[in-house]
């Protein structure tokens, strides 16, 4: 008898009774193949996208991921911890928090540093699982010897009063000034120096606000591609829970890349700035003088491949200014802090308590601490800046330890070549089309105060520039206000683009903006709508009212193709994977088609992973498999393009 959470619901769409609606025409026969890995991985700390060297438009690498540690990595590591020595722990499991919080909420560290060892365990296990998501290099060595406050040799510390300090929620027990610490981080080396810009090299000219330095080059030979914003909008209502932008962006100037073009379900990498509040609060705080923060220096690095995104790693000499560099080739506010980091701060504290409590981040004693720091909140660097006043190295050393200022990847959310083709657009422009929803983690100034991610909040606030413009009656805005966007063409053959053609049946699973790509492939799917090219949309929203995103953009057969499911309306509240079991028909029907795919685009967590059991619970059922089977079953319509899912 198979066993199975969900049973397919009876319905006029689904008859268990019935597995395959209407027997396809020479079904396409699966055969297993092993699995392929791959590793579309970024590297952050001055390193660069790991994207194959000889990619071709067929064979590039699906989308990095935009975020060095998605929610997805740190749920598995906690759910690998908590199944670690299970017999022997005598700590409470570490818990997952509210799945709508960021990966930084999940906390993995309990409170003390027996706490940790006791959850890793003895053996190496657990360190080598923390390992990869906290510092590396020994992360997990921990210690306890910090001395009870009944100590004779305890001299008690007065922590800073400010609060970025207490934002940051450090667990230090009865850490004293005259605590001896072990195992305590080297200082980093220097890897980026200044030197005085000669005469010729005096007449550098910086588009800090506009553009990137010509040296920021994440798809050689060609540089970052400043392309005017053709037309802004807001998707979304006043009240919906996420705001959500949409772009139309001209690249009718987009250098020719080998014959390449853009295409249906591709995407494109944006690079975004650090927003000016942050730089200016950096600058401040490392009492830099406003007259050298915009003047021209010679930057030389050791053989490394920062500042460039792509490259090798040489030593450089480059002409640019503090600005363009702390603006366009660090990461200020989205990667957790590193060791080196805090031992840099460390080194330059002037504060005897703000120089322990650092170098206790550092050592062994202080590694529960640290790791609630790598796996708790987004910290920001001008909120450890704050946080410990007294500290202020040099530019020139904050740059050697600062991680890489990586690109966002966002799929079009149209088919260019139709949107080349609209009523009234210019003769001869192209345009490509893609959505944002804006990414709000908590700020440290108050309990109200959010902050946006750095690529989200950037085109929200281009967005604010075009549409107020528009508003207020400028001609086109992108012209004379110089309104624009840094991109390249990057990823165009991601699993979406890869797989989307053919003439078989389709079905799109999407929920949020992950429904974005989508609306691409349904408007090139339906201009040419028969028999063969059916397709079905089923698309997840909280409020259809407030968050649909492109209601009534999809063509004149939208109320066939498409099913809305709303997880927050009153009495009928359900989501995408409940619609994939009440079309257990459909879904059964497309995936055995010839030439059939399935596509699945949003959130790993939550939607990802219940679309999947839910296609699971499909097989099973309508094709009387047990769960292994039905595993097995979509693990080789993957292998097989066939089942396609981009989830991040």
């Known amino acids: 008898m198979l066993h199975q959470n969900h049973s397919i619901p009876t319905t006029a769409t689904s008859h268990p009774d019935d597995p395959v609606p209407r027997e396809p025409q020479t079904a396409k026969v699966v055969t297993l193949a092993p699995s392929k890995s791959s590793n579309n991985s970024l590297r952050s700390s001055h390193e660069s996208l790991a994207w194959s060297e000889n990619s071709s438009d067929s064979e590039a690498p699906s989308t990095p991921n935009t975020e060095p540690t998605s929610d997805a990595q740190v749920d598995e590591v906690v759910d690998k911890l908590n199944s670690l020595n299970a017999a022997s722990l005598e700590t409470t499991p570490v818990a997952k928090k509210d799945p709508s919080a960021r990966r930084a909420s999940t906390t993995l560290i309990s409170e003390d540093a027996d706490g940790i060892r006791k959850l890793l365990g003895d053996g190496e296990t657990g360190t080598k699982l923390i390992e990869k998501y906290c510092c590396g290099g020994g992360c997990c060595l921990v210690q306890s010897a910090i001395p009870e406050a009944t100590s004779t040799d305890f001299t008690p510390l007065t922590v800073p009063d400010n609060d970025a300090f207490r934002s940051l929620n450090l667990k230090i027990g009865t850490l004293s000034l005259n605590t001896e610490l072990d195992q305590v981080q080297p200082l980093p080396p220097v890897t980026a120096t200044f030197e005085t810009a000669d005469e010729p090299a ?46 139309d962006i001209d690249v009718t100037d987009y250098p020719e890349e080998g014959g390449t073009d853009f295409k249906v379900g591709g995407a494109i990498g944006i690079c975004p700035p650090n927003a000016d509040e942050l730089v200016n609060d950096v600058f401040d705080h490392l009492g830099v003088p406003k007259f050298l923060r915009d003047k021209p220096v010679v930057l030389k690095t050791t053989a490394i491949r920062w500042p460039t995104i792509w490259g090798d790693e040489v030593e450089r000499s480059l002409t640019t200014t503090r600005r363009e560099l702390l603006t366009w080739c660090v990461d200020l506010q989205s990667t957790p802090p590193t060791k080196q980091f805090l031992r840099l701060l460390a080194e330059y504290a002037e504060n005897p308590t703000e120089k322990k409590i650092l170098l206790y981040l550092t050592s062994a004693q202080g590694q529960a601490a640290f790791c609630d720091l790598r796996t708790g909140g987004h910290i920001t660097v001008p909120q450890f800046l704050n946080a410990f006043p007294s500290t202020r190295p040099p530019l020139d050393r904050l740059l050697s330890v600062l991680p890489q200022l990586m690109p966002r990847f966002y799929s079009l959310s149209n088919d260019p070549h139709i949107s080349s083709e609209r009523p009234g657009l210019p003769g001869g422009r192209r345009l490509i089309e893609m959505a944002v929803t804006i990414h709000e983690d908590q700020d440290w100034h108050s309990s109200e105060s959010k902050r946006t991610g750095v690529g989200s909040g950037y085109l929200e606030r281009l967005a604010h520039k075009f549409i107020e413009a528009e508003t207020s009656g400028v001609v086109d805005p992108a012209k004379t206000l110089d309104i624009s966007v840094p991109m390249f063409r990057g990823l165009m053959a991601n699993p979406l683009s890869r797989q989307f053609g053919g003439d078989g049946p389709m079905m799109l699973v999407g929920a949020g903006v992950g429904m974005a790509p989508f609306r691409g492939f349904i408007l090139n799917r339906l201009k040419n709508a028969n028999c063969a090219n059916k397709i079905w949309l089923v698309q997840g929203v909280r409020d259809s009212m407030l968050d649909e995103i492109y209601r009534g953009e999809l063509g004149a057969h939208e109320a066939d193709i498409k099913r809305v499911v709303q997880s927050r309306r009153a009495g009928e509240a359900r989501y995408v994977q409940d619609e994939v079991r009440m079309q257990a028909d459909v879904v059964w029907f497309v995936i055995n088609a010839l030439d059939g795919r399935i596509f699945v685009c949003g959130s790993s967590k939550g939607m990802g992973e219940g679309v999947y059991r839910a296609l699971v619970d499909v097989a099973m059922e309508k094709g009387n498999l047990n769960q292994a089977e039905a595993e097995d079953f979509w693990e080789r319509k993957r292998e097989d393009g066939q089942y396609i899912a981009e989830t991040w």
């Not at 994440?218 to 053709?230: C, L, Q």
């Open 202 to 247: 005096s007449k550098h000219t910086s588009r800090v606000d506009k553009a990137p330095p010509t040296f920021v080059q994440p798809h050689p030979p060609y540089h970052v591609h400043s392309a005017p914003v053709h037309h802004a909008r807001e998707l979304t209502k006043p009240g919906a829970e996420k705001r959500t932008y949409h772009f």
